[in-house]
C-alpha cells in the first residue's frame, strides 16, 4: 500500500474542500494556540505547526474519514493535532494522552478556547500503559511520537505499539517521524502481526486489523 500526495495538491483552497472551515481561518486559530512554556528535553517535547496538522488531518479525512469516528491523539501536548481535529471535522469524540500535567494543563484551556472542549477529553497516563479500559476503543489513532533520537532509542515504535493496542480492529493509525528513519519503521512493523502497514505524504500509516500509516 503506497499513498502518496504531492505538494500541488494542497495549493488551494480546493484542496481542503472536506474542512469544516477555510484551512486560512483554521491555520489562524490553530496558530493562537498557547504552546510549551518549558519543553522538557527528556520527553522530546516539540510543537506541531498549524500548517502541518491541518494537512495531515484533511490527509487522514481524506483516506479514512474523521466524521463520527472516535479519535485518540498520543502525546497529545498542548493539543495542535487534536484541536485540528475538533475544529475541521465532526468527530464522535478526541481523546488526547500525555503524561505532562503542565502540558495538559494548556491543552485544556486550548481546547476551551477554540470551544471544542464538549467532544475532547484528556488523559493524563504514560502513553506506553495505557489502561487496559481503552484498548480496541479508537478507529482513529493520530501521533507525532518522539523521534527518539535523545536518550530514547525506539521510542517513536514504542509509540506506535501502543496506537495499536488502543485501535479497534479495521482501525487506522497515523504517525509522524523523521525520513531518515521512515524505512526503518515500515520494515519494522511490517512483520507485526494484524498491521497492514502503508506510507502517505511523507506519513507512515498502519490500518488494524490494524492499519497503521507513517508520515
Known amino acids: ?21 477555510k484551512p486560512k481561518r483554521l491555520e489562524w486559530m490553530l496558530s493562537e494556540l498557547r504552546g510549551f512554556e518549558k519543553p522538557d528535553i527528556k520527553l522530546e517535547q516539540y510543537e506541531t505547526s498549524p500548517e502541518l496538522a491541518i494537512a495531515i488531518v484533511d490527509c487522514i479525512d481524506r483516506l479514512v474519514g474523521l466524521d463520527g469516528q472516535f ?14 481535529v475538533a475544529l475541521a471535522h465532526e468527530p464522535a469524540a478526541v481523546l488526547g494522552f500525555d503524561i505532562d500535567k503542565c502540558a495538559l494543563s494548556i491543552c485544556k484551556e486550548n481546547l476551551e478556547d477554540l470551544e471544542v472542549d464538549d467532544r475532547c477529553d484528556l488523559v493524563r497516563t504514560d502513553v506506553l500503559s495505557i489502561p487496559e479500559s481503552f484498548r480496541s476503543s479508537f478507529d482513529v489513532v493520530v501521533m507525532n511520537p518522539p523521534f527518539g533520537t535523545k536518550s530514547n532509542a525506539g521510542m517513536d515504535l514504542s509509540f506506535v505499539k501502543a496506537g495499536l493496542a488502543i485501535l479497534r480492529p479495521g482501525g487506522s493509525l497515523f504517525s509522524l ?39
Open 71 to 84: 479519535v485518540a491523539d498520543l502525546g497529545c501536548g498542548c493539543g495542535m493535532l487534536m484541536s485540528a
Open 1 to 21: 500500500m503506497d499513498l502518496v500526495y504531492d505538494e500541488e495538491d494542497y495549493s488551494s483552497d480546493e484542496a481542503f474542500d472536506t474542512l469544516l472551515m
Open 177 to 215: 517521524h523523521k525520513s531518515s528513519t521512515r524505512d526503518h519503521i515500515l520494515k519494522t512493523a511490517n512483520k507485526w502481526e494484524n498491521a497492514d502497514v502503508g506510507k502517505m505524504c511523507g506519513t507512515i500509516a498502519v490500518e488494524s486489523s490494524r492499519h497503521l500509516q507513517v508520515s
